[in-house]
């Protein structure tokens, strides 16, 4: 692995009951982030091809934590995103380079330690299915420090509890063009 | 009283390499769960509370095993605890204190002869609210390098009427621990502090 990961943070929520309805299956998220070192903190550097690397090699390994953490198989998870915060010396065109080929919803800005990263969610096969329309926020206390970047995968294995707004539904996906 | 109404359990587990020192294959844990129940005394004060740590226990013991299966599943491998509660503003501090026998006894009931107090603390909240659990050594409270905490919350919670519950574990000491002071492997383990 290129990346020196400082740390690795897997959080997982499980939600049981909303407005006091149970929501039966519990509706299930799961985030992975990692903290690396950001090559090119405190200057401009035209060449991002290493950390295009980076981020190719850190989306495989923080989707297979979010996968392991819901105890799931990788065809269970139903939604996904990612996001990226880059510390203060960084510059915010280094929090995109780690977009695959597939339209996985994404955010990044430039922050600091203990600054929430909202990670946005949607459906995986069909980005258009209104009840996977989500977020999730996590946050490091201690990171990102200034010359760093967290790196941030979210997967789920559900929609939001209670779905009731209409729109196009799981049941319907096609899944042939990404968002239908 | 009631089973506690549980709305939402959140894991959260970090594994530290390193922090700007030599890094570690194997890395340091730090895990925490947390519990989002309904606060069945918020609104209104309430002089008889305390029965409700007994309904409490089924629900520590319940987030302690996941918190040792969220680190590895060895009892064995849990060296430092701690815990803690957030109350929602519809609560009183007092409602958070309800926290600390049933999970002290939580973690005991999982991780079998710890003998040092769990270190704790509590506050009243909104959403999103962030608290840091102190962690101290599970059997001698002041082995140094075990001296550690974690920030832990929940984006929604606790709304007005509920409770954030907070336990946390970690497998060993800060990252680059080097400040003296008593060590793990010298710890006598009788009186819980030395």
């Known amino acids: 692995m290129k990346a020196r990961i400082r740390k690795l943070t897997v959080f997982v929520e499980e939600t049981r009951r909303e407005m006091d309805r149970p929501v039966d ?43 392991e953490a819901l105890g799931i198989a990788p065809q269970a998870a139903e939604s996904y995103g990612k996001a990226a915060m880059v510390g203060e010396d960084g510059e915010l065109e280094r929090g995109a380079v780690d977009k695959g080929a597939a339209l996985v919803p994404s955010s990044k800005k430039r922050g600091g330690p203990g600054q929430v990263l909202d990670i946005p969610l949607g459906h995986k096969d069909a980005a258009y299915v209104r009840s996977h329309f989500d977020g999730m926020e996590v946050w490091l206390n201690d ?14 294995d559900s929609g939001r509890p209670l779905p009731r707004i209409g729109g196009l539904t799981v049941s319907e996906v096609q899944g042939k063009d990404g968002l239908r | 009283m009631p089973e506690p109404k549980l709305r939402k359990l959140v894991t ?23 519990a989002v129940i309904e606060n069945p005394f918020a609104g209104r004060y309430e002089a008889d509370i305390a029965g409700f740590m007994t309904d409490l226990e089924p ?6 095993r996941r918190l040792i299966d969220a680190l590895g599943g060895e009892a064995g491998a849990i060296e430092g605890y701690g815990k803690g509660a957030i109350v929602g503003q519809g609560g009183e501090l007092e409602h958070g204190a309800l926290w ?14 710890a003998k ?6 509590k506050k009243v909240g909104g959403p999103g609210t962030r608290l840091d659990v102190p962690v101290t050594h599970i059997n001698a409270s002041y082995v140094r390098s075990h001296f550690d905490a974690m920030e832990v919350g929940v984006a929604d919670a606790p709304r007005a009427n509920e409770l954030v519950l907070a336990l946390v574990m970690t497998t060993g000491a800060r990252i680059h621990a080097r400040i003296g002071g008593l060590k793990a492997e010298d710890v006598k383990g009788e009186d819980g502090l030395r």
């Open chain 1, 25 to 67: 299956p519990p509706t299930r998220k799961a985030a992975a982030v990692a903290v690396i070192r950001n090559p090119f903190a405190g200057r401009y550097v035209e060449d991002l091809s290493e950390l295009i690397e980076i981020g190719a090699e850190l989306g495989g390994l923080l989707g297979r934590r979010c996968v």
């Open chain 1, 143 to 156: 990171s990102p420090r200034a010359d760093e970047i967290m790196v941030a995968v979210a997967v789920t």
């Open chain 2, 12 to 34: 959260i587990v970090e594994d530290v390499f390193h922090e700007g020192g030599p890094v570690r294959d194997t890395p340091l844990k730090r895990g925490a769960v947390l």
């Open chain 2, 59 to 64: 629900l520590g013991l319940d987030m302690a």
């Open chain 2, 100 to 113: 600390h026998v049933p999970g002290g006894y939580a973690m005991r009931g999982a991780l079998g002869e």
């Open chain 2, 116 to 121: 040092a107090i769990v270190p704790s603390t």
